[in-house]
């Protein structure tokens, strides 16, 4: 059975340089492999056939034009933004379930952050982001991370790019990565010896300041003159803006068009492209030297070597490791460059050498080794589940704020449809209601284990299938004591520690219709930015009711830093505790907080130290002030606002409640207000970075681990 294969890369067909030549080979070989069916996203509406003409005449590709009115609501765009050639992939899997998706390109990639089950099937080609290390922010390390632990492949250009990737991502398995050098076309056993061709040099690709083609147009006139019958073809049409030279484009087209000896042949297919190349006897790929500390090599390089064809090239770390140091033809500077391309026309027997050292590269990295690559990665890949009908799950309960995402993310995969039952509180609904709801679903999925548990356990057809999940409050109310524990199929917890607890109070629950699967963060919405100036100084805390959450320990954390530094505050943000209704009819509940304020106000040193700071959906820009995210609490499900924090960059500080340790790592708990204060002393002194979370609370293990529980 062919695998459905969608190609969403960021090259645009319709403009030739090595990016969308990529591009199309990819989809070639993938359809050349004979095991799948190719979907290939156009960014624009196919218009030229130099690279799109194969694509069409391949029966196993399809072609869409992703511009077109019917993909977005009727209005048609002349070219696809890269975050909307995402939202298209995602569209597509909706339709076709795909059980591979080919992506290039990073916004591509980071939007897909949004759809996690999409970005589990997702092949990944970056080439696109930074080369060196220490070029990674924050934000950028977690969205590598992210990306890397989310998708189901990396493939990487070359050894440099994977020991990048493992570098960002330690975490990340070797059987997770995949060489995809260049590609380019079969190699001839015809090729012309260089001292029977032509006096040429040839250039093919884009147009480009860092790509030198300005310097080697101007450098030919001199050379021209210097080597009789010499001539330089050049093809191409891709002359890009450049914001330092504002006349670039223009005065480019001029050299081309008006350099003595000089042939411009514009945009040529990839096969005439060949032609020509086999004609010349060295090709161009001079490059700036701000280049030279690149991991990626030109496929350029590649096709000169497959067409017989030496090449002019930096001497730089990558380009010796690939042809050795004493590659005959290399250049660092104009002048060598000159030099070098003289001496290339006028002696053959250096230039063979030199082509025959390419040619010796260029056959590692045959389409016809890659089809055979591609068909090995397509038989590891798993078959995705492709129902005939969208499964119907029924989501009930009175608070969904947690099942929002989740459901959004289960969407995404275009197998589910949701219907939703709110209810108005712990055993109150609406019925009929309830009952109309039931009868049209396969699946009911109850958010906390309370009256809505109860009632679907009893009411529901043998059909169908029961699944809660329980948080915490469920263990201290009976509902799910009285519920049919017969009639519920799967029980997720949100904690292991909460699991224990609700199996030792409703004793006799089957521990293997349970799992634990934790809440699910938001990678978007929480993210790594900018810290101002005092964030280092500021303590946070979201949510300080019941009193359970401590924040008079907070208190205790804060008056003894006060004592070192007097910039140090606490911000709590939320609902004032005594704003809520159940909150002021407990007495010891009333009491603790009338002492906490009392505690606040009449202390000199913490008076002007904590600030309220109201409830609202701006908690990544209020992180931007906080340093320290703290949990002081007797217990803890889970504790969301921890993995929010260590999401946006606050180092956790998290006293040792039960299952803490196990939920966010032991090195974050603390035991004493003395170790708190020593971490946040530590962290000030070493200006940390980012607290980056675990494989085991990425969106896409998470949402995965839900797929697995509703499928089954």
């Not at 909307?84 to 059980?99: E, G, K, W």
């Not at 032509?198 to 003159?225: C, L, Q």
């Not at 497959?306 to 500077?333: K, M, T, W």
């Not at 090195?667 to 980012?690: G, M, P």
Request: aromatic fraction near 10%; hydrophobic fraction near 40%; charge should be negative.
């Amino acid at each position: 059975m062919l695998k459905r294969v969608l190609i969403c890369a960021n090259p645009d067909l319709n403009y030739i340089d090595g990016s969308s030549i990529w591009a199309q080979t990819i989809a070639l070989a993938t359809a050349a492999t004979t095991k799948a069916q190719v979907d290939f996203i156009a960014k624009s509406t196919p218009e030229r056939d130099e690279l799109f003409a194969p694509l069409k005449t391949e029966k196993h590709i399809n072609i869409i034009d992703g511009s077109k009115h019917q993909y977005w609501q009727g209005k048609s765009y002349k070219r696809l933004s890269l975050p909307m050639m995402a939202d298209l992939a995602v569209a597509l899997n909706h339709i076709n379930t795909y059980d591979v998706i080919i992506v290039r390109g990073l916004e591509i990639a980071t939007q897909l952050l949004n759809f996690p089950e999409i970005l589990s099937k997702c092949w990944m080609y970056l080439t696109d982001i930074p080369q060196s290390i220490s070029d990674y922010d924050d934000e950028l390390r977690c969205t590598m991370q992210n990306i890397g632990q989310g998708c189901q492949k990396i493939l990487c250009q070359t050894e440099g790019f994977k020991t990048l990737w493992q570098a960002l991502v330690p975490s990340l398995m070797e059987d997770k990565f995949s060489l995809y050098t260049p590609v380019i076309p079969d190699i001839p056993d015809d090729l012309s010896l260089i001292i029977e061709r032509p006096i040429r040099a040839i250039y093919a690709g884009k147009f480009k300041a860092d790509w030198m083609t300005m310097e080697m147009v101007n450098a030919w006139s001199a050379v021209h003159h210097k080597v009789d019958f010499s001539e330089l073809i050049m093809i191409g049409d891709k002359i890009h803006n450049e914001p330092n030279q504002s006349n670039y484009q223009q005065d480019m087209r001029n050299a081309l068009e008006d350099t003595e000896g000089l042939l411009w042949l514009g945009a040529q297919s990839r096969e005439t492209v060949q032609q020509e190349l086999q004609q010349a006897r060295i090709g161009l790929s001079w490059r700036s030297e701000s280049m030279n500390d690149t991991v990626e090599y030109s496929t350029k390089i590649l096709e000169y070597g497959g067409a017989g064809c030496a090449a002019i090239l930096n001497r730089n770390a990558l380009h010796e490791q690939l042809l050795g140091v004493d590659y005959p033809l290399f250049a660092n500077s104009a002048e060598e460059f000159s030099r070098q391309l003289i001496r290339a026309l006028k002696n053959p027997d250096i230039t063979q050498q030199a082509a025959n050292t390419l040619q010796q590269l260029a056959k590692r990295h045959t389409f016809s080794t890659r089809v055979n690559d591609i068909q090995y990665w397509l038989a590891q890949a798993p078959d995705v589940f492709k129902p005939a009908k969208k499964t119907r799950i029924l989501v009930a309960g009175h608070d969904l704020k947690f099942f929002t995402l989740l459901q959004s993310k289960l969407e995404a995969t275009g197998n589910f449809e949701f219907f939703i039952d709110q209810w108005q509180g712990h055993d109150k609904h609406d019925e009929a209601q309830s009952r109309k709801l039931l009868e049209q679903v396969d699946i009911i999925f109850c958010e906390w284990c309370l009256g809505n548990l109860k009632w679907y356990s009893n009411n529901k057809m043998p059909h169908q299938r029961l699944i809660g999940r329980f948080h915490a409050q469920e263990a201290r109310v009976p509902y799910m004591g009285e519920a049919n524990w017969d009639a519920i199929d799967h029980i997720g917890f949100v904690s292991e520690h909460i699991r224990k607890q609700a199996l030792d109070v409703f004793e006799g629950f089957p521990t293997d219709k349970t799992s634990v699967i934790p809440n699910y963060l938001d990678i978007n919405k929480f993210t790594p930015k900018k810290k101002t100036g005092e964030a280092r100084y500021t303590l946070g805390m979201i949510g300080v009711a019941p009193q359970s959450k401590r924040l008079d320990r907070a208190l205790d954390l804060l008056e003894t830093l006060l004592e070192k530094d007097s910039r140090y505050c606490l911000r709590v943000k939320g609902k004032n505790p005594l704003d809520y209704n159940w909150l002021l009819q407990r007495k010891d509940e009333l009491d603790y907080y009338q002492q906490v304020f009392k505690r606040i106000n009449s202390n000199s040193k913490l008076r002007h130290k904590v600030i309220f700071d109201p409830p609202g959906d701006d908690v990544n820009e209020w992180f931007t002030m906080v340093g320290f995210i703290l949990s002081p609490s007797d217990f803890e499900s889970f504790h969301m606002a921890i993995g929010e924090g260590i999401l946006t960059g606050a180092v956790p500080i998290i006293w040792n409640w039960e299952g803490a340790a196990e939920i966010w790592g032991k090195e974050n708990v603390i035991f004493s207000i003395k170790e708190a204060k020593n971490v946040v002393l530590s962290e000030l002194q070493a200006d940390s970075t980012i607290h980056c979370i675990s494989e085991k609370h990425s969106s896409t293990s998470i949402v995965s681990k839900w797929i697995d529980v509703i499928s089954i």
